[in-house]
């Protein structure tokens, strides 16, 4: 899966825009490209707001795809990913708590129950057919690759296998003709993220 949908940018940060505080995050250096800066702590501290004020303005989906553009001179992206899951999971699990306090916690187990036998269902499908392909002369998931971890999600729903949120954030598939549409993927790694969230 593309780390948190990055958009690409030639820009290069400011000296002003260094200066203004020490870095949050490492930076990268030479031609490799970071998040940038200004953008990553403008998120994030509207993000600590929320959370804080105990505000709906921002919900663990938003978080994950959260984009930041690449620059020189950035953040490192395996630091702001790392962080971005934390602060997931944070809005994640007080939204599990407010849940619980409404409606009680053997709705919000049932509601999480009913998500997952969405996702084993569709995994269910044969290999090589759970996702919908590309055309032929257009790239997407290799496919074998999909199916590997498809196979890993279908097992920890079914037999309470091991299996992490970090580990679907970090699932990176490479591409081919043909292959698994991305959207269709990313969505059904989104909703088993879901899943594992509200049952930690």
Request: aromatic share 8%; net charge negative; hydrophobic share 45%.
């Amino acid at each position: 899966m593309v780390s948190d949908d990055v958009q690409v940018s030639d820009d290069v940060q400011t000296p002003d825009e260094a200066e203004q505080a020490p870095p949050a995050f490492s930076l990268t250096s030479g031609r490799v490209r970071g998040y940038h800066r200004a953008a990553v702590d403008a998120f994030l501290a509207a993000a600590r707001a929320a959370f804080e004020g105990d505000s709906d303005d921002l919900s663990a989906a938003e978080v994950r795809v959260a984009s930041f553009p690449l620059v020189k001179n950035g953040y490192v992206v395996s630091e702001v990913d790392a962080a971005l899951g934390r602060v997931e999971d944070a809005f994640a699990a007080r939204a599990r708590e407010r849940a619980v306090r409404a409606e009680g916690a053997g709705a919000w187990v049932e509601q999480a129950r009913d998500d997952a036998q969405v996702i084993l269902d569709h995994l269910a499908r044969p290999k090589r057919q759970r996702f919908a392909r590309t055309g032929i002369l257009s790239f997407g998931y290799r496919i074998d690759e999909v199916d590997h971890v498809s196979t890993r999600i279908a097992r920890y729903l079914r037999d309470g296998e091991p299996l992490t949120a970090e580990q679907l954030r970090s699932a990176a598939f490479r591409m081919q003709r043909g292959g698994y549409r991305e959207e269709q993927v990313d969505a059904l790694l989104d909703a088993t993220v879901d899943v594992i969230l509200a049952v930690r």
